[in-house]
């Protein structure tokens, strides 16, 4: 509980873009910050929104009845309450960032926080980095789309969010704090980079990560340059964060600054946006490669496996090559890795061959290439894949490994398409996914209120290479079209499970159905007799 007038001060006067103020006669103390009158208590401060589907303010009435001692918003209200205090600003949305940081008395300022932004790799990046930190006894604490972690335990991210609302993320915080988190690491999205929601907007970012720029949320964005330059809002932040650069973290019991913590980028040098990325911040970017770019970290030659990858890596700080041996499916994932290795050796000035015995125990994120086995002789993984540049690292060299064996194993591919999201990319998806699959099943991802036939359909416009009903088929249940590609699959075959990964439920119209994909698969695996 926390008396308004502790954290009401000039400077969030102007930061929230507060036009007006109706306090309260009475004394005003705040529980807590809801922006959701459902989720209401005695005390509460209520923000009232403008969202896509509802409208906050009409919800003030309720949200009083509820409890609430203060509401901030920002259309002009025709009646106003005793016993309520009553804050208008110019964006609620926007001000929720700092009312939130100063609610929490700005926990980023206590620890080094690491921002990881990019299309593909964000959540296994952060959790890599997070790993590669504990590993080294540090205390760590991270947020991303699959899991989130307090610096005590590890919990699963329930909603479809990948950062959170501000008031969330910066609770989240202030519990890293209390907790004697040194180090933060959050997965950055472009929403929540924008300055539309300004979700992040408040927090000290030390370090910022890009994996890679392409063709996503243009729903949101409006066009793929605004995308980008939300994106790059991260590595701006680097220079504006009032307390970065002069943080000191102590990384010994009962000592004191023993870490001035550095500020710096690392960017993929293979993507055409790591420059565009580098140039907005005046704070040193180190890069990595994959594909023979310049970098301080590049890909020489890769072994790659289901259970793993062996490669070596040129380290041009050292100027030695590295044998690196990780137990990531996937050799997309070596980008991911070799992101972590530059933050971590960075920012505890370690080199970067000390960390390299570390690499073999990092674990991979649940839902990201997971093999789901149950005694089947056909292989079953299942990928968060769900973009066009995804698909693109994904599909390929899972092609190449069944073209290799000389057999007829087929590529089994089932996914769908989120409903009011990016509509461009659909055709794409399924131009892809016909390229590089023998059979293509198209179901449902979160149809939300659009009609799922209608997102199917869309999709299949890019299939025009497959026969429906042969080598294509639209089964919007998502239960049912598992059950169809494993009636498909012979010895040899791989399916693949695309676009749902560790996300535990899909969303219609009338709200989430619980859904957990790779339980529904070991269930219609069992339902065919294989049980080990």
Not at 295 to 322: C, H, M, P, Q
Not at 410 to 434: M, N, P, V, Y
């Amino acid at each position: 509980m926390r008396d308004i007038a502790d954290f009401l001060n000039p400077d969030l006067v102007q930061k929230a873009g507060i036009i007006e103020q109706k306090p309260s006669a009475e004394p005003c103390k705040i529980t807590g910050l809801e922006y959701d009158s459902r989720k209401v208590s005695a005390g509460s401060l209520f923000f009232a929104l403008n969202g896509l589907h509802f409208d906050g303010h009409e919800f003030i009435s309720d949200a009083i009845d509820r409890g609430a001692a203060m509401v901030v918003h920002q259309k002009k209200l025709k009646k106003y309450q005793d016993g309520v205090h009553y804050i208008r600003v110019k964006d609620s949305r926007f001000a929720m960032s700092p009312f939130s940081a100063a609610f929490y008395k700005h926990p980023s300022q206590s620890m080094a926080v690491i921002g990881v932004t990019g299309t593909e790799g964000k959540s296994t990046t952060v959790y890599l980095i997070y790993q590669l930190l504990k590993l080294l006894e540090k205390k760590a604490g991270f947020v991303s789309t699959v899991q989130q972690g307090n610096g005590l335990e590890v919990c699963w991210n329930s909603e479809h969010q990948t950062t959170p609302e501000a008031p969330q993320l910066q609770r989240l915080l202030a519990e890293m704090r209390d907790n004697g988190v040194q180090f933060a690491v959050l997965e950055a999205s472009s929403h929540g980079l924008s300055r539309r929601t300004n979700r992040l907007g408040d927090v000290d970012f030390d370090v910022g990560v890009m994996t890679n720029i392409t063709h996503e949320h243009l729903e949101f964005h409006g066009s793929w340059e605004n995308y980008r330059g939300d994106k790059a809002e991260l590595f701006r932040r680097l220079d504006a964060s009032p307390s970065s650069h002069k943080k000191h973290i102590a990384l010994k019991e009962g000592s004191s600054g023993d870490l001035a913590v550095p500020s710096f980028g690392v960017a993929n040098a293979d993507d055409p946006s790591a420059q565009f990325f580098a140039s907005k911040t005046k704070r040193k970017t180190y890069t990595f490669s994959t594909r023979g770019a310049e970098a301080d970290l590049s890909l020489k030659t890769i072994e790659s496996g289901i259970r793993g990858n062996w490669y070596d890596v040129f380290d041009e700080a050292s100027r030695e090559t590295l044998i690196l041996r990780d137990q990531l499916p996937g050799a997309f994932n070596v980008g991911n890795v070799l992101a972590a290795l530059l933050v971590v050796s960075n920012l505890l000035n370690i080199e970067i061959d000390e960390l390299v015995p570390l690499v073999s125990y990092l674990k991979p994120v649940r839902g990201r290439m997971s093999a789901v086995s149950r005694g089947q002789p056909f292989e079953v993984m299942v990928d968060y894949a769900h973009t066009p540049s995804s698909f693109k690292a994904v599909l390929p060299p899972l092609r190449q490994r069944l073209d290799s064996r000389g057999s007829a194993g087929k590529l089994i591919c089932l996914f769908g398409s989120a409903g009011e999201r990016d509509t461009q990319k659909r055709k794409a998806q399924g131009e892809i996914a016909a390229n590089y699959s023998d059979i293509v099943i198209l179901s449902d991802e979160d149809p939300r209120g659009e009609d799922p036939m209608v997102i199917l359909e869309a999709i299949a416009e890019g299939c025009e290479a497959k026969k429906r009903n042969k080598t294509l088929f639209l089964i919007p249940n998502r239960g049912a079209a598992i059950r169809k590609a494993f009636s498909l699959a012979r010895k040899g075959d791989l399916v693949l499970l695309l676009g749902k990964g560790h996300e535990n439920s899909i969303i219609y119209a009338d709200g989430p159905l619980p859904y957990d994909e790779i339980a529904e698969a070991e269930r219609a695996l069992g339902e065919l007799g294989f049980s080990s």
